[in-house]
């Protein structure tokens, strides 16, 4: 089952597959280093640190891993030890904890750091008629949110497994990496008639190779070695952004979401967008700070 979300503020989709017989178009996007300048994971380590979800060991060791992401990203071993340490940090967490402390946080971590040329993209995809859909590794409480900011239709996200105490299980119930994020577009475009020859992709990441190889259109943007090789291999675009762009000054147009809209979007698997590539901690549960 997909990690999958709609955005049912947004109608233009429907009324494009109402009003045109030609078949539907979407651009798919990554999220970290595509859409916005850094992890989307470890960017709300400090925040989580203060409402005593992590300590401050593991807020440390989360600066250095967004220092070593920032620096040539993580390759598929890294990302496969990560999702093991994500399961032991995050299991025993308060869900709805989680999801105030990212709706609070929200705008002042990530808003500054969305691309204005990723911005100008979505922007013109939906003027073109196409949805856009956010198809991100990332925790679900942090995707959506993100996704709502930038009018994205859709969200395909990692989300944990909530026991019936409300908490974390430690458990992975979707983990959108690698070709799960092909396979979850090639859904997308049985169920909503999307032509994928027609479509768009964009990502930074050699792992998202699958994803782009199954779109007509694939982009590489600001790709690591691994990804710049293989774009130069098959002709793909290769696209550099680095001017990031407050969202809400580059898409006035935009509203942002209201605080109860945000906690609603927020939802499972916080821990996992926060261990997300703290791939070589210790695996012991990080005490609580």
Not at 46 to 66: C, D, E, H, P, W
Not at 112 to 124: K, N, R, T, V
Not at 263 to 278: E, F, I, K, R, S
């Given at each position: 089952?997909?990690?999958?979300v709609e ?5 233009h989709?429907m ?6 017989s030609?078949?539907r178009?979407?651009a798919?996007?990554?999220?970290d280093?595509t859409v ?5 994971t470890?960017t709300f380590?400090?925040?989580?640190y203060?409402?005593?979800l992590i300590?401050?060991?593991a807020?440390?060791?989360t600066a250095y ?9 993580a ?9 093991e340490?994500l399961s ?7 869900v709805q904890?989680?999801?105030e ?6 705008h ?25 859909v956010?198809v991100?590794t ?5 995707v959506?949110p ?12 990692t989300?944990?497994?909530v026991?019936?105490?409300?908490c974390f299980?430690?458990?992975?119930e979707?983990?959108a990496y ?7 577009i ?20 050699a792992?998202?190779?699958p994803?782009?190889k ?5 982009h590489?943007?600001n ?12 002709e793909w675009?290769?696209l550099?952004?680095h001017?990031?762009v407050r ?6 147009a935009?509203?942002a ?6 906690v609603?979007a927020?939802?499972?698997g ?9 791939w070589?901690?210790?695996r012991?549960r990080?005490?609580?700070?």
């Amino acid at each position: 089952m997909l990690g999958l979300v709609e955005n049912h503020s947004l109608t233009h989709s429907m009324a494009h597959s109402m009003s045109h017989s030609t078949p539907r178009t979407a651009a798919f996007f990554d999220l970290d280093k595509t859409v916005i300048a850094k992890s989307s994971t470890l960017t709300f380590s400090k925040s989580f640190y203060q409402g005593g979800l992590i300590n401050r060991r593991a807020v440390l060791r989360t600066a250095y891993a967004q220092f070593v992401f920032l620096a040539g990203g993580a390759d598929h071993d890294q990302m496969e030890r990560m999702r093991e340490y994500l399961s032991a940090l995050c299991r025993g967490w308060n869900v709805q904890q989680v999801k105030e402390i990212v709706a609070e946080t929200l705008h002042d971590l990530i808003d500054p750091i969305i691309y204005d040329e990723a911005a100008s993209l979505i922007e013109e995809h939906h003027t073109a008629g196409r949805d856009v859909v956010i198809v991100s590794t990332s925790g679900a409480e942090v995707v959506e949110p993100i996704g709502e900011l930038l009018g994205a239709d859709r969200v395909v996200a990692t989300r944990m497994v909530v026991g019936d105490d409300g908490c974390f299980t430690g458990e992975v119930e979707y983990y959108a990496y690698g070709p799960t994020k092909a396979e979850a577009i090639e859904e997308l475009a049985r169920s909503e008639g999307y032509d994928l020859a027609r479509c768009y992709a964009y990502s930074d990441s050699a792992t998202d190779v699958p994803m782009l190889k199954a779109v007509g259109h694939p982009h590489a943007v600001n790709p690591d070695r691994a990804l710049r090789r293989e774009a130069l291999a098959r002709e793909w675009p290769i696209l550099d952004f680095h001017r990031p762009v407050r969202l809400k000054q580059r898409l006035p147009a935009l509203s942002a979401p209201s605080r109860p809209a945000l906690v609603m979007a927020a939802a499972v698997g916080a821990a996992a967008a926060t261990a997300g590539l703290v791939w070589y901690a210790s695996r012991r549960r990080a005490a609580v700070g």
